[in-house]
């Protein structure tokens, strides 16, 4: 019935657009590593005598990485119980809600999306509320979501806006693409003559031109008071990246850089510094900041990571395991990183470290609950 | 359930719906390297929650609805709205600064391509579910979570969208 139209679809894909055997047993070996991930803790308490006799066949080689591992699992059980570290089970949401999902510590709640509305999950009371009404004319599991405790902002055709004390909605209509609420303001992508940052006051409605887009680059990074926008542009002496950091409520352009990278994205603004992944050539990216005090680059020695989250001096990192990845902990001293290893207790694949704005640090745990684990890092630092 | 008859399972699942899935998944998200990983994630998926999985849909629903999930989970995170961004940020750039070459340059590339390319996501993913992968009308709706009915109003304007270029015998199903 529809072998012509599939035809016509085959001759838009690339040529050879197959999966391999190789990548069939590639799989099929991640699948083992994976599932065998997830119940190596509870075969080892299920079976203490098993686990003992292989502890004597095998001791010499393996007794460090295992002792190493019980005590890292024990002290995850203890952050655990004092809550230093909180896991979160939402009943009944799917993981690609829960991954996208997020944590307002004001309300303790869990803000997520399923395909037709967006809901809060209230930690304390394991009720849900519903926030924004199924309607068929949005898609919620595709669209941008942030929230605080006073807002509920989403993406789709323009920014909506859902004032959570008045229940009042709006809409940005102007907005393009990508946006970020911090406070009781929006940052997000405008279209008027040019293409251009704007920052729009929730409260008053008042909407101000921050910057002119003029080059290709990763979204800003905001606190509640500046911006900073990094722009990757071609010049006379070659690539390089040139940042501007605003002041958001005098409008003033206060500071301007030019690094001498092709690349620096993934931007999180703190006191003193501008935190971002750099590259050139096509190379690897690799961690850094640029001192907004001196103007100069440092690269993090930290391991290859995937992604990451930073607040103060702490540090996450979605690092290599095996042959896939799990978010990992550090403390930053000076430009080396140390690892707080309490997360290596997980015995699930942790993705997606993101930190709220008080420093907790929030992951999504990949194990058969599919829980969120929020850490609070100082507390877990300071034993 | 016995590991070789979940890895049996894995095995057939792979070898029945790898290809199309890959495909599908490729046509949605536009990166070799990126469509592997989703297809590969989904594999794993489905291998560690076989025990759940219960039948409740088919195997082939089920795999495609975790494939829509990452394909838009990939759209939110921070690696692919940072392309995004440049990839909007570039495109006004040119329609303010050139828009006769990049008419000129439209009008050399391959319509019923750049057709599809263009589509906006709603209509692309039930674009390539129905006519691509074979799924039936109300098992688009499955993957997707919507409606049989939105699903065929989605086709439509899918199909009105490319300007009728795809030769369709029978739009229904």
Redesign the interface.
């Known amino acids: 019935?529809?072998n012509?139209?599939?035809n016509?679809?085959?001759?838009?894909?690339?040529e050879r657009?197959?999966?391999e055997d190789m990548?069939?047993q590639?799989?099929?070996h991640?699948?083992?590593q994976?599932?065998d991930a997830?119940v190596v803790p509870k075969r080892l308490t299920l079976k203490p005598l098993m686990t003992a006799a292989a502890f004597v066949v095998v001791a010499g080689v393996l007794a460090v990485p295992y002792v190493e591992y019980e005590q890292q699992e024990r002290a995850f059980q203890e952050a655990l119980s004092e809550e230093k570290i909180q896991k979160v089970v939402v009943p009944n949401v799917?993981?690609?809600s829960l991954?996208?999902s997020i944590y307002v510590e004001e309300n303790n709640e869990i803000i997520h999306t399923?395909?037709?509305g967006i809901y809060s999950y209230s930690i304390d009371t394991k009720t849900e509320t519903v926030l924004v009404a199924p309607t068929?004319s949005i898609?919620f599991?595709?669209v941008?979501l942030a929230a605080n405790e006073r807002w509920v902002i989403w993406g789709g055709h323009g920014i909506h806006i859902l004032n959570r004390d008045t229940g009042e909605q709006n809409v940005l209509l102007e907005a393009?693409?990508?946006f970020e609420l911090v406070g009781d303001q929006i940052i997000y992508?405008g279209?008027s003559e040019?293409?251009s940052y704007y920052v729009y006051d929730l409260n008053t409605e008042e909407k101000l031109l921050l910057h002119e887009?003029d080059?290709?680059?990763?979204?800003p990074t905001v606190t509640h008071e500046r911006l900073a926008v990094a722009e990757?542009k071609e010049g006379d002496n070659g690539k390089s990246v040139h940042v501007s950091i605003y002041n958001i409520e005098s409008r003033e352009l206060m500071q301007t850089y030019t690094v001498p990278y092709e690349s620096f994205?993934?931007l999180t603004l703190g006191d003193d510094r501008i935190y971002g992944q750099f590259s050139s050539n096509g190379d690897d990216t690799t961690l850094g900041y640029l001192d907004l005090a001196t103007g100069k680059v440092h690269i993090l020695d930290v391991p290859e990571n995937s992604?990451y989250a930073i607040y103060d001096n702490y540090l996450a990192l979605s690092v290599t395991k095996g042959e896939s990845d799990t978010v990992k902990l550090f403390h930053l001293k000076e430009d080396t990183a140390d690892p707080i290893k309490t997360l290596n207790g997980v015995g699930e694949r942790l993705v997606k470290p993101r930190f709220n704005e008080s420093g907790k640090l929030i992951v999504n745990g990949e194990g058969?609950e599919t829980p969120l684990y929020i850490i609070d890092t100082k507390k877990l630092h300071e034993n | 359930m016995e590991?070789h008859e979940?890895?049996r399972m894995?095995?057939e699942a792979?070898?029945i719906h790898?290809?199309y899935?890959?495909?599908v998944v490729?046509?949605i998200v536009k990166d070799?390297a990126k469509a592997?990983d989703i297809?590969?994630e989904v594999?794993?998926?489905y291998?560690?929650?076989i025990d759940?999985f219960g039948h409740r849909s088919s195997v082939k629903t089920y795999l495609y609805r975790i494939a829509i999930?990452?394909c838009?989970?990939l759209?939110?995170s921070?690696?692919y709205?940072?392309l995004?961004?440049?990839h909007?940020?570039?495109e006004?750039?040119v329609s303010?600064q050139n828009t006769e070459e990049k008419v000129m340059t439209e009008e050399s590339s391959d319509e019923?391509?750049r057709l599809?390319?263009r589509l906006p996501?709603?209509y692309k993913e039930v674009?390539?579910l129905?006519?691509?992968a074979?799924l039936k009308v109300s098992e688009v709706g499955e993957v997707?979570?919507?409606?049989v009915n939105?699903v065929k109003t989605r086709l439509a304007r899918a199909r009105r969208l490319v300007k009728g270029?795809?030769?369709?015998?029978?739009a229904d199903?």
């Open positions: 019935m529809t012509k139209v599939q016509q679809l085959d001759a838009v894909l690339p657009l197959v999966l990548v069939k590639h799989i099929l991640q699948a083992h994976r599932l997830e799917s993981y690609p991954i996208n399923d395909e037709r068929e898609e599991s595709s941008d393009y693409g990508s992508l279209l040019m293409p887009i080059g290709g680059g990763s979204f990757e994205s993934y992604a058969l | 590991r979940r890895d894995l095995a792979m070898d790898g290809d899935l890959l495909r490729y046509a070799r592997e297809v590969q594999f794993i998926q291998y560690i929650h759940e999930n990452h838009h989970n759209f939110k921070w690696h709205r940072k995004e961004l440049s909007q940020v570039g006004l750039l303010f019923l391509k599809i390319n996501l709603k674009i390539w129905h006519y691509y074979e997707l979570g919507c409606s939105t270029i795809l030769k369709e015998e029978n199903d």
